[in-house]
T-cell receptor
């Protein structure tokens, strides 16, 4: 069965600390995409990154980096030198190719990150 | 600017009074869907559409209707809202399994 698990419900750090958000997934499919979304206090869902199942290269975008490891079915997200503006709920999501239902995204439960000054 | 636009952003209504939440996208996406977000339950798909006049149920369709008469629009209709439909609703559009872009969300309260 397809599933996304974000074991960390809440994380609290002090500004400038590095923080890693964990994501573990399960899928029957061999072709799939993984995503991270950010939900700030204002409520909208902001797309951060998409990775396909054939591309295990790590990606860096500014202070954000993502580590995709197929061997452990994980897609972890690291924020370097965190800032107060990073405070939000972060969702990891999975989209399967074959077993997909109308472009459905399967979301984890989210990790609430609080960055204190 | 590429976007998904939902209206209204906030809505308080009474039980049984029909309402429609509109959704429009300007990215020419074929796939559109509606999700609801509830504490402890996460984001769940309500309905989806793979093209004009093609819609189907998601995981939690009870109490909702949708229509897709034009590619850009995908309204969500609650014909007789009940308090258990109080939630944060998101419309999404995208290129199928390649992902989705979400609207700003509609916070609905049914009293």
């Amino acid at each position: 069965a397809q599933k996304v698990t974000q074991a960390q419900t809440e994380i609290s750090v002090v500004e400038k600390e590095d923080v890693t958000l964990d994501c573990v997934y399960e899928t029957r499919d061999t072709t799939y995409y993984l995503f991270w979304y950010k939900q700030p206090p204002s409520g909208e869902l902001v797309f951060l990154i998409r990775r396909n199942s054939f591309d295990e290269q790590n990606e860096i975008s500014g202070r954000y980096s993502w580590n995709f490891q197929k061997s452990t079915s994980s897609f972890n997200f690291t924020i370097t030198a965190s800032q107060v503006v990073d405070s939000a709920v972060y969702f990891c999501a999975l989209s399967e190719r074959v077993y997909n239902q109308g472009g459905k995204l399967i979301f984890g439960q989210g990790t609430e990150l609080s960055v204190k000054p | 600017e590429a976007q998904v636009t939902q209206n209204p952003r906030y809505l308080i209504t009474v039980t049984g009074k029909k309402l429609t939440v509109t959704c429009s996208q300007n990215m020419n996406h074929e796939y559109m869907s509606w999700y609801r977000q509830d504490p402890g339950l996460g984001l769940r798909q309500i309905y989806y559409s793979m093209n004009v006049e093609v819609t189907d149920k998601g995981d939690v369709p009870e109490g909702y209707k949708v229509s897709r008469k034009e590619k850009r629009n995908f309204p969500l209709i609650l014909e007789s809202p009940s308090p258990n439909q109080t939630s944060l609703y998101f419309c999404a559009s995208g290129p199928g399994f390649l992902g989705a872009f979400f609207g700003q969300g509609t916070r609905l309260t049914v009293v």
